[in-house]
């Protein structure tokens, strides 16, 4: 991404539950994407945004995501005011 001059990455939840075979369900916890979006953050000098669904949890899970995502170098994250378990943005209700 970086190389093809993009100046930012979204580190997308579909993405990256995709990648384990899984749907985009809040199924993976948020230590396996933290550790992802950590993964991310690695490769690259650009900033990252991580989709962190809404929230993982409580207030408590929440600062330790944004905690630990700050501590891997991820330049932001976005939590959607959703109910858990969140359902895919492209389901139609």
Not at 28 to 47: F, Q
Not at 63 to 90: H, M, W
Request: overall charge negative; some cysteine; proline content about 3%.
């Amino acid at each position: 991404m970086q190389q093809a001059g993009y100046s930012a990455i979204w580190g997308s939840g579909l993405c990256v539950s995709a990648r384990y075979g899984l749907p985009d369900a809040n199924i993976i916890g948020s230590d396996t994407m933290i550790r992802e979006y950590c993964k991310m953050a690695e490769a690259v000098d650009i900033p990252i945004l991580a989709d962190c669904d809404t929230g993982y949890g409580d207030f408590h899970n929440v600062i330790y995501t944004v905690r630990q995502l700050e501590a891997c170098g991820v330049s932001g994250l976005c939590i959607e005011d959703k109910k858990f378990p969140k359902l895919n943005s492209f389901i139609h209700r």
